[in-house]
């Protein structure tokens, strides 16, 4: 059987497509080999990657004046590539850290060019929470403005999507795909794809086509946005079975009514989650109502001295990976697109009965 996994990334992934994947692993439509085994330049495998990111357009509604890039290197190596491709020609950026993605991403653009750091996190009752957007200190002449959407270890999102001047940069990597997000607002999206969009070793970038002359000379080729996006995110070769799966989840989620419909159901996964959590005297989270994340909920027990307990518990109801990251401890449960419903009641259910017995 299939157990509810709760891990934050590589994540869950829909059982259909696991299903699909597997009755086309052998031999991909007739052609007698697995699309593993296909060169990336045939044309099979172009009209796969090529679908992949007509979905993917579909699905957030990408404005044609955007590249949509295939790569690898994680979501981290895109920590070096922004600056490397943005502060040629002003070496000027600010970054909003509000947690640990967020500031991996700005330690790695300083060794590129200026950076001025916005303190973005704050409290509200002894809960975390982000600096409205009047109280941060943004540069007049910054190339771009940097942000993590969704801090996926401490659990806490933006509720609102800053207004700037300068082009907006964000990493969505744990929420991309999970609400609808206006595209037209962001001068370059990218989101590393074992969370929300397939397996690991696929990293997407979406960016503006008028981004794409500010590289610095030093810049690798391949990691050059304009040299991807005119061949194709085929510079090298891409991952191409990371491809094709997502390109698979894609169609599964243009299948469950898109992203409007799924933001329905992770909207009523997420309230069942937190309710409970707040209403169980047990369990707490520790960030303010308006900045809760939608798809990664960190949570404590009364009890700290429980938590191996609650972790082995879990497991033998099936219910996987929800430890909370190795850097802060307790808890965390990350609800992305193809957790169901199902898994969070029945999350919710293990931990009443746990708070029941330990409380
Ligand atoms: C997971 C994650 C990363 C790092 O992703 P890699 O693909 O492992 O490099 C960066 N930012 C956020 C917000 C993440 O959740």
Not at 75 to 90: D, V, Y
Not at 150 to 172: C, M, R, S, W
Not at 181 to 190: E, N, P, Q, T
Request: aromatic share 10%; hydrophobic share 40%.
């Amino acid at each position: 059987m299939r157990a509810y996994n709760f891990c934050a990334g590589p994540a869950a992934l829909p059982t259909a497509v696991l299903e699909k994947a597997q009755q086309e692993l052998l031999d991909w439509h007739g052609k007698g080999l697995s699309i593993m085994e296909m060169s990336h330049r045939s044309k099979d495998y172009v009209a796969v990657a090529e679908k992949a990111e007509a979905d993917f357009r579909t699905l957030l509604n990408i404005p044609g004046n955007y590249k949509v890039l295939f790569l690898q290197g994680g979501a981290s190596l895109q920590f070096s590539a922004i600056p490397l491709n943005l502060l040629g020609k002003n070496q000027q950026a600010d970054y909003i850290h509000t947690g640990i993605w967020s500031e991996k991403a700005l330690k790695e653009a300083k060794r590129y060019g200026d950076i001025h750091v916005i303190e973005a996190g704050t409290e509200l009752d002894g809960k975390k929470a982000i600096r409205a957007q009047n109280e941060w200190n943004l540069s007049d002449h910054a190339a771009y403005v940097h942000y993590a959407e969704n801090e996926t270890i401490g659990g806490i999102q933006f509720p609102f999507i800053p207004d700037v001047k300068a082009p907006l940069v964000a990493d969505l990597s744990s929420s991309i795909l999970s609400a609808p997000i206006d595209v037209s607002k962001f001068g370059l999206i990218y989101a590393g794809a074992q969370k929300n969009i397939g397996p690991a070793g696929l990293t997407l970038v979406i960016v503006r086509d008028d981004l794409l002359d500010q590289t610095k000379p030093e810049i690798p080729s391949i990691l050059k946005y304009a040299d991807q996006a005119k061949n194709g995110s085929m510079v090298n070769t891409p991952a191409t079975y990371a491809w094709y799966l997502a390109g698979l989840v894609f169609e599964w989620l243009l299948a469950q009514g898109g992203v409007d419909a799924i933001h329905q159901i992770n909207q009523q996964k997420a309230k069942l989650l937190y309710d409970y959590i707040d209403e169980s005297g047990f369990y707490q989270n520790p960030i303010a109502k308006d900045y809760r994340s939608l798809m990664n909920v960190p949570f404590t027990l009364a009890d700290a001295s429980l938590e191996k307990t609650f972790l082995a518990e879990a497991e033998k109801h099936h219910l996987l990976n929800l430890a909370g990251h190795r850097s802060v401890g307790g808890m965390r449960a990350s609800i992305y697109n193809a957790v169901p419903l199902e898994g969070v009641k029945a999350l919710v259910e293990f931990m009443q009965d746990f708070a029941r017995q330990n409380g």
